[in-house]
């Protein structure tokens, strides 16, 4: 059974698709050493395909935002680079450079209607399904990119669309049925769940398990900032508000697009006036601070997440090191990064909770797992009958156990080579362990493989031109390898 899968496994792979990507505005990363190019932003280039700090950039930045959000938000520049962050934004900016370069050495470009086409159908600039021109200007304006910088950087794209895209062919028969195999094959299992042992702990024992790992155990990285906020508190009478409102009404709309009505805008229309007439005075407050004519206020050993700048600012604050003038709902924002505090290793009272806590779960972990491979010869366990991937819920129903748990097993079975094992739950901090064994199996269950013949057929082409895509890279690595030039240390 399971040994089906490992002879197919090169249809299983899920493959990185190179995806492309649309301009949006970005901070800047310090990127290292230059050595410059012909052009003073130019960090790499390909034959005559450049690569600009704002290309590289503009990556890292979707990376950086990507990986963020995962980490619900406590992603810091330090944590980024030690993920390789900055190398993988420039890898991906180079792949784009080469697939670029291979389309025009090709005699593969995009016509101006292909452009205009493919700009005018995007749903985001469109009004009533028609494209509204002052929809694309306004968020040319919102990510500070004139139009012929954002149509170039969406020809790039299309480019590169066109010269995947003629790799795009239907997978054999074969292939398709191989990958329906691997889905919906089903194993007759018996299983059964033994719980952890209770454990406990001395003082001796936590303090030597501390020696060992105190590395592990560091305070989080902080950060000394200075901050200034310039209040809206700017006069403004009943005419401003209406001329001002006349002027930008196109700003203001309902969730449909519909310009608000003035009385329906008033609030807004107030902030963003204020904030217009106070604009110069935080650009003077800026001019003021650097001289250290004035004082930023001073917050030491800040969190990433803190009371003085939201999240998104202070990942800017972190790259660009200093803030100029930013718009905020307490009024223009000037901020600079004084020091970045690196975690320091805690002391044995400070960490002893922690490490307590650490050796247990180890330690019952490694019960856990003794536990289960001496139970796996002689064990008779609940027999679950034919089980497959969609089978979650009869699992946990018939184990009694929840629908997260069920999936880390049934992820542990189809990964199996051997007809016994066993998987620990939860995995990081398992409470249980769970062994297996498989009796009897079948190959494929052809009734769920007619109910979703199609999505299968659309995933193995999928996975073929992924596949396809990623040899096509690789050569093109090698063909250009020596018109590859590199003016970027990272």
Do not use: C
């Not at 700090?53 to 619900?72: C, H, R």
């Not at 005018?120 to 009533?128: A, D, G, K």
């Not at 299309?158 to 028969?173: W, Y």
């Not at 217009?276 to 800040?302: G, H, P, V």
């Amino acid at each position: 059974m399971i040994t089906f899968m490992q002879t197919h496994k090169k249809w299983l792979i899920i493959t990185i698709w190179i995806a492309t990507f649309a301009f949006v505005g970005a901070g800047f990363v310090g990127w290292g050493a230059y050595s410059y190019g012909k052009k003073e932003d130019t960090v790499a280039k390909v034959k005559d395909t450049q690569i600009s700090v704002k290309d590289v950039q503009t990556i890292y930045s979707q990376l950086f935002n990507q990986l963020n959000q995962a980490m619900g938000g406590k992603l810091d520049e330090a944590t980024a680079k030690q993920f390789g962050l900055q190398k993988a934004a420039f890898q991906r900016a180079l792949t784009r450079a080469i697939l670029i370069q291979f389309a025009k050495d090709n005699g593969i470009y995009i016509t101006d209607e292909e452009l205009a086409k493919d700009i005018t159908s995007t749903t985001m600039f469109q009004t009533n399904g028609k494209f509204d021109e002052k929809l694309y200007k306004r968020f040319l304006k919102q990510i500070h990119l004139t139009p012929k910088e954002y149509e170039n950087n969406i020809r790039k794209d299309l480019m590169i669309n066109k010269v995947l895209s003629a790799l795009s062919t239907p997978a054999h028969k074969v292939t398709t049925d191989t990958v329906a195999s691997a889905i919906f094959m089903e194993d007759k299992v018996e299983a059964k769940i033994i719980n952890a042992p209770k454990i406990d702990v001395n003082e001796n024992e936590i303090k030597t398990f501390w020696e060992k790992n105190k590395n592990n155990y560091k305070s989080q990285t902080t950060y000394d900032i200075g901050y200034y906020y310039i209040p809206l508190n700017a006069k403004v009478s009943d005419a401003e508000l209406h001329n001002y409102y006349d002027e930008h009404k196109q700003n203001y709309t309902d969730k449909d697009g519909k310009i608000l009505f003035f009385e329906q805008a008033k609030d807004k229309v107030k902030i963003d006036l204020s904030a217009s007439k106070t604009k110069r005075d935080a650009i003077i407050t800026m001019k003021k601070l650097k001289k250290d004519e004035i004082k930023f206020n001073i917050s030491k050993n800040t969190p990433l997440i803190n009371n003085y700048l939201n999240i998104s600012l202070m990942q800017k604050l972190i790259q660009t090191k200093f803030l100029k003038p930013v718009l905020t709902k307490k009024g223009w924002l000037i901020a600079k990064l004084i020091k970045i505090n690196k975690p320091q290793v805690l002391n044995y009272e400070k960490a002893k909770k922690l490490v307590k806590n650490d050796l247990i779960i180890q330690k019952r972990k490694e019960a856990l797992i003794k536990l289960a491979k001496d139970n796996l010869k002689t064990f008779k366990g609940k027999d679950l009958g034919f089980i497959g991937r969609e089978d979650i819920q009869k699992v946990a129903k018939k184990l009694n156990i929840t629908i997260d748990e069920a999936g880390i097993f049934e992820q542990t079975l189809f990964n199996s080579k051997t007809a016994t094992g066993y998987t620990l739950l939860p995995t990081n901090n398992p409470e249980k362990a769970m062994i297996f064994k498989i009796t009897a199996q079948k190959l494929l269950n052809t009734t769920k493989y007619k109910k979703y013949e199609k999505n299968v057929e659309n995933s193995t082409n999928q996975l073929k031109q992924n596949t396809l895509e990623q040899n096509l890279i690789q050569k093109l690595m090698k063909l250009y390898e020596s018109d590859i030039k590199i003016y970027m240390k990272i």
